[in-house]
């Protein structure tokens, strides 16, 4: 395995009181394998994602249990010094705005050559003939000329590729991908994706796609794992869960998506709001807004019960996941 | 579907066919991309965020005014004796309070001293002092603040009491407290004084803008590529943020040269045989009525020097940030 999360907790003191935002995950990751993680905002995937890569603001955050086992070895106990080793080289992310990801004052290129100067101690010089080559590779026209252009003068999508190229630079492997396409038209969204999907195939990455997006999930991914209020409550291979959720959470998700036949009907929506992270209701954290929800529920947190039949592994945490599964 | 704003005319276009069909002709816009000139992308010049304000500094009339007297102001410092030959230190009291004449253009003042020679000579002295109290202002203040910003927690809060302390210290009387008792009578002690009492405003600038520039995604982004604290303070977070500094430390740099003025007047700042506007307002400051010349010059040198700079320092404002306009 190349990326095992076991049983992260993370919580932020605030001077409110304690937000609690991962509770408990587990996910794992191979190499040339794409998980998706899902979940409204506020469920704690980015939050997860930022601890896998230790980017985390820590205070207000705090690391209270769980293994982080990056190739191996366990990243919560390796030094600061180790740790910032890894990110860029072993391990990179890209986030969600393309412009406010990128630097403005310095141009593309002595963005994308600081990769190399600061890891691989290249001249500046053969750093730069390194980003050239790498925006050609994530195919921006003309990259010999535009390498030294500023970000605000590309186009959304022409920016969210020039990160992709950062991320990409080192040949890590593990890409956390935050919402990557969100910012972006649609059409350039797809365009984005492909060339995601396609240069993780080339080098054999491990991706994670951090995502609120069913439809750019169901082309790319390989497995889907479903967040709400910090705990996994559906992990499944992709076809399994289009085909059939074992959870009522991403039920309500798959039936929130616009479809073209039903044009004219009301769009369904999941009824309530997501808990605050400080009050998270006791038995499952779900339940106010489950349509399925009985006394059990109130009181008896579910554990991640083992769904079969399945093509891989499939776990859902929901005391009436065969229901669902059938319903 | 209609045209996309897109400025990447050839990449833009993959979308035209619809979403369905985008991974068959990815692979023929590449070679149109990569083949054909309409694919080229606009040929724009790079565009940084700094030439981008020369640029707009260029067109600005207030820019230009201000930056003539202050290139003249530096000049006469540099070299007095180009303009005026005599020596300001030259005094015949037989001459006292005699107005304008061949060869003394602005007359003569109390002690029969020149008061042209002694008004260019002036210049230097305040030019030093500004200078000096501004780089040492704006080098403490941005870097205590900054780290404070950068690194947060109980240094921060640290500082802040701090910069509150100072502030709290009233800036003339503390200079007549402080510097009646310095007897070393160079600038020196004036500009150590604007710099113990000046830092904390910058400081509290360059605070602000690092934690705004810290939130912003980029700084992340650079640390999820593997930045050291370092090489994020330097080259990411600090050419973000400087901009506020450089402005509040231009307009900063005309009230210091008021100020060396004021404490200088007040007795407590330069002294003669220093020459400087403060000392000459204050000697010609009782004879106004029989001498009012020997005010006038001096006053508005400082005046023009002071409005000069506060003028440079709004003009780099707006160039640097015209959210601010």
């Known amino acids: 395995m190349l990326l095992e999360v076991r049983d992260l907790h993370v919580e932020f003191r605030t001077r409110d009181g304690v937000a609690k935002a991962v509770n408990g995950v587990n996910y794992s990751v191979d190499a040339g394998e794409t998980l998706a993680v899902l979940g409204e905002s506020g469920s704690g995937k980015s939050v997860t994602a930022q601890t896998v890569m230790g980017i985390l603001d820590m205070p207000p955050g705090r690391i209270t249990a769980g293994e982080i086992l990056f190739q191996g070895k366990d990243l919560l106990k390796l030094k600061e010094e180790e740790r910032r080793k890894i990110r860029g080289a072993e391990m990179a992310m890209i986030f969600q705005d393309a412009l406010s990801s990128l630097n403005p004052v310095l141009s593309v290129g002595d963005q994308l050559g600081e990769m190399f100067t600061v890891h691989r101690g290249m001249s500046k010089k053969d750093a730069r003939a390194k980003a050239v080559e790498l925006m050609d590779h994530v195919r921006i026209p003309a990259a010999k000329e535009r390498v030294k252009q500023y970000p605000h003068q590309f186009s959304g999508g022409m920016r969210q590729r020039i990160m992709i190229a950062m991320a990409l630079a080192l040949e890590p492997a593990l890409i956390i991908a935050d919402e990557p396409t969100t910012a972006l038209d649609v059409t350039v969204q797809a365009q984005v994706m492909d060339l995601l999907a396609e240069l993780q195939r080339e080098y054999n990455m491990g991706l994670i796609l951090i995502t609120h997006d069913l439809g750019v999930v169901a082309d790319v991914a390989d497995r889907i794992a479903v967040m709400y209020a910090g705990r996994i409550v559906e992990s499944a291979p992709v076809h399994d869960i289009y085909k059939a959720p074992a959870h009522p959470y991403t039920r309500g998700l798959l039936d929130s998506i616009p479809r073209l036949d039903q044009k004219g009907q009301e769009l369904y929506a999941i009824k309530g709001l997501p808990p605050s992270l400080m009050h998270i209701p006791k038995g499952c954290a779900f339940h106010p807004r489950c349509p399925m929800a009985q006394d059990v529920c109130r009181t008896d947190e579910p554990p991640l019960y083992e769904v079969t039949p399945s093509d891989g592994e499939r776990g859902s945490a929901c005391h009436f996941w065969r229901e669902c599964l059938h319903g | ?325």
Not at chain 2, 13 to 35: H, I
Not at chain 2, 102 to 129: E, I, K, L, M
Request: net charge neutral.
């Open chain 2, 1 to 325: 579907m209609p045209e996309q704003p897109d400025d990447d005319g050839a990449i833009a276009a993959t979308g035209m066919g619809g979403a369905m069909d985008l991974a068959t002709s990815e692979g023929e816009t590449l070679e149109k991309t990569r083949g054909g000139p309409e694919g080229a992308g606009p040929q724009e010049k790079p565009r940084s965020l700094w030439s981008d304000a020369w640029r707009d500094l260029r067109r600005n009339p207030v820019f230009i005014i201000s930056g003539l007297i202050i290139l003249f102001l530096v000049f006469i410092s540099l070299w007095p004796s180009a303009i005026a030959s005599g020596s300001p230190l030259k005094c015949d009291l037989a001459k006292a309070q005699q107005g304008s004449q061949p060869g003394h253009p602005f007359g003569f003042n109390g002690q029969g001293c020149d008061v042209y020679t002694r008004t260019v000579y002036g210049a230097r002295t305040s030019v030093t002092v500004g200078v000096c109290a501004t780089l040492g202002v704006a080098l403490l203040g941005s870097v205590l603040g900054g780290l404070a910003g950068f690194f947060g927690g109980a240094s921060d809060s640290v500082l802040s009491r701090i910069t509150d302390i100072f502030f709290a210290i009233p800036v003339v009387l503390g200079g007549l407290v402080l510097l009646s008792v310095v007897t070393n009578n160079s600038i020196w002690p004036v500009i150590g004084f604007m710099v113990l009492l000046g830092w904390p405003q910058i400081s509290r600038i360059a605070r602000g803008s690092v934690i705004t520039v810290k939130q912003n995604d980029f700084v992340q982004a650079a640390r999820a590529l593997g930045a050291s604290n370092s090489r994020m303070l330097l080259r990411h977070i600090a050419p973000n943020a400087v901009a506020p500094v450089i402005v509040v430390a231009t307009i900063a740099l005309g009230t210091y040269i008021a100020l060396e003025a004021t404490l200088s007047y007040l007795g407590v700042g330069l002294k003669p045989p220093s020459v400087s506007w403060g000392i000459d307002i204050s000697a010609a400051s009782p004879y106004i009525r029989n001498a009012p010349h020997a005010l006038l010059w001096p006053s508005g040198a400082l005046a023009i020097t002071v409005l000069a700079f506060i003028m440079l320092g709004d003009a780099v404002r707006d160039a640097l940030d015209p959210k601010l306009r």
